[in-house]
């Protein structure tokens, strides 16, 4: 486990400790806070070890990207092996998330160069009720967050599959073992 990923604890999610902090110079952290930050510098770091590997290969994407790779965190693999990808709208669930549990695509464009990460990271209960509690954030190849939060272009295109906890998942016939 890198810092990275470390601060996607659920403690860390949930503001615990804050009440240890020195308040007079810290404002109070927000309950639920995500840490963004952590989360882009994690899905950059995406091959370095941390994130396992779910796409055997890199295959166009379903909607707009020449080459898009899965990469999830340790706590998140089993759900996401397990996600059924024929599932159609409104049908029960089958991928069910722990807090903290985060997905990484990766995309490339045609020449095969990373063109950026689109990225989930499931809150506490209570942190986004609308979206199961997900987390949306896009970072560019170079760390930059452009969007964050309740990304409402993400969660158009995710909401046929929020009866499978919002993932599209891979086919098993390319996960890798
Ligand atoms: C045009 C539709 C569309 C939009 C917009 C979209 N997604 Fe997706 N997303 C998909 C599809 C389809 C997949 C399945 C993999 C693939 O084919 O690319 C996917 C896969 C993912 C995955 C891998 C987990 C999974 O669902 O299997 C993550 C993480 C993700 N998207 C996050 C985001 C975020 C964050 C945004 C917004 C910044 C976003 N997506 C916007 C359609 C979309």
Known sequence: MNS???LLSISSLLGVGSACDS???????TPFAIDEAAIAEAAVAFDDGDL???????VPS?????????W??????AAYRATDVGAVAGSAGSARFPVGAMIVK???DAAGALAAFTVMVKGPSGYAPATNDWHWQRVTPEGMTTHAGQVQFCIDCHTPRAGVDWVFGVPEQNQTP
Not at 62 to 70: G, L, T
Not at 72 to 77: C, G, N, Q, R, W
């Open 52 to 58: 396992i590997q779910i796409s055997a290969a890199a």
């Open 72 to 77: 999830v965190s340790e706590d998140a693999e």
């Open 4 to 6: 990275a990923i470390t």
């Open 62 to 70: 379903r909607h707009d990207s020449p080459s898009v790779r899965v």
């Open 23 to 29: 308040a007079a110079q810290r404002p109070t952290p």
């Open 106 to 108: 990766e995309q490339r």
